[in-house]
């Protein structure tokens, strides 16, 4: 049973707007969110995080924000540059730490 | 290093046969992770270690697959007599201790059972 879930397998957005990514969760457990960002053939890689602590964190061009109530997150992008066309996937760890929980992405395409 | 080595990076194997594929963690990594990703689905999640102890095994088929992590060699996960549906991209990731930046992953290893 997938506990994160991102419902969008794929987003078009043009160059200079906002590219919002959602991500869904079931557990209420989760306490640690993170972002990562795929490019073909290469790893994931870490991007930004937030603690259920917070419902905002904020890094450059990229803001995360989460809504405990509605176990919901989100990636926003502003302004969406082509380069950051690729899979983001969000990923959810329990207060244990033990392992990150990931949902099966969603792919950005940026059009210039 | 500075990187979280896989190899190799493809491996074709036909059904029934041994697969075995390595991960060398970043030095001083301490936490190293495997993961499975199906047809560009979700990651799922396989085994962990810390150091040379499994730490999580929950994620691991209780049949054909195994994993190692020994001190001074890579870690390995193999899978003994392969079937169609263990193809998939194997991604490593190590830690060092800490998860508040996530892992840090390798480029995974494709296997193609056939």
């Known amino acids: 049973d997938q506990q994160v879930k991102q419902n969008s397998p794929s987003l078009s957005v043009q160059e200079g707007r906002i590219s919002i990514l959602n991500c869904d969760y079931t557990n209420s457990m989760f306490d640690y969110f993170l972002w990562y960002k795929k490019y073909p053939a290469e790893g994931p890689t870490f991007l930004i995080s937030?603690?259920?602590?917070?419902d905002k964190n904020e890094d450059g061009r990229f803001t995360v924000f989460l809504n405990k109530s509605a176990k919901h997150l989100s990636l926003h992008i502003v302004p969406s540059q082509p380069g950051d066309s690729a899979v983001y996937f969000c990923a959810a760890s329990d207060r244990n730490f033990n392992k990150f929980y990931f949902g099966s992405g969603t792919k950005l395409n940026v059009k210039p | 290093g500075e990187e979280v080595a896989q190899t190799p990076k493809h491996l074709v194997r036909g059904e029934g046969q041994k697969a075995k594929l390595y991960c060398a963690p970043i030095k001083g990594h301490s936490y190293v992770f495997w993961y499975q990703q199906v047809l560009k689905n979700e990651f799922k999640f396989l085994i962990s270690f810390q150091n040379e102890n499994v730490f999580d095994e929950t994620g691991m088929p209780k049949e054909r697959f195994s994993a190692k992590c020994l001190p001074n060699s890579p870690c390995s996960l193999e899978i003994q007599a392969t079937k169609l549906e263990d193809s998939a991209v194997y991604f490593c990731?190590?830690?060092?201790?800490?998860?508040?930046?996530?892992?840090?992953f390798g480029s995974g290893t494709r296997l193609t059972v056939v």
């Open positions: 937030i603690s259920s602590i917070k």
């Open positions: 990731a190590s830690s060092p201790g800490t998860l508040l930046n996530g892992y840090t």
